[in-house]
C-alpha cells in the first residue's frame, strides 16, 4: 500500500478543500492570466508554503510570513497538495 497510499497525499485539490490549520503547498493556479498574476503578488506562488487558518465565505492563509484574506471563489482556483503528510 505504501506508494498508492502516499500518492493520495499528494494529489491536488483547491484551497477550500483543504481543513483550517492544515499546511499545503500551493501546486498550480487555474485562473485568468491576471487574477494569476495578483496572487502570485499575494504570495500565492507555485511551491509556496501557505497554512490554512480558517475557512467559510472567505478564507485566512498564513502565506510568506504574512496573513492573506481571500474569497472562496478565488481559494477555489489555487491548487494545492498536503505536505504534513494528511489527506
Known sequence: ???KGSAKNHLPVDLT???SGAEVRVRSLECAPGTCQR???MGFCENALVRKIRG???LVCWVCGTRVALSARL???ILVEHVDGRS
Open 17 to 19: 478543500q483543504v481543513g
Open 39 to 41: 496572487l502570485r503578488e
Open 1 to 3: 500500500m505504501g506508494m
Open 75 to 77: 481559494a477555489k482556483q
Open 56 to 58: 467559510g465565505a472567505d
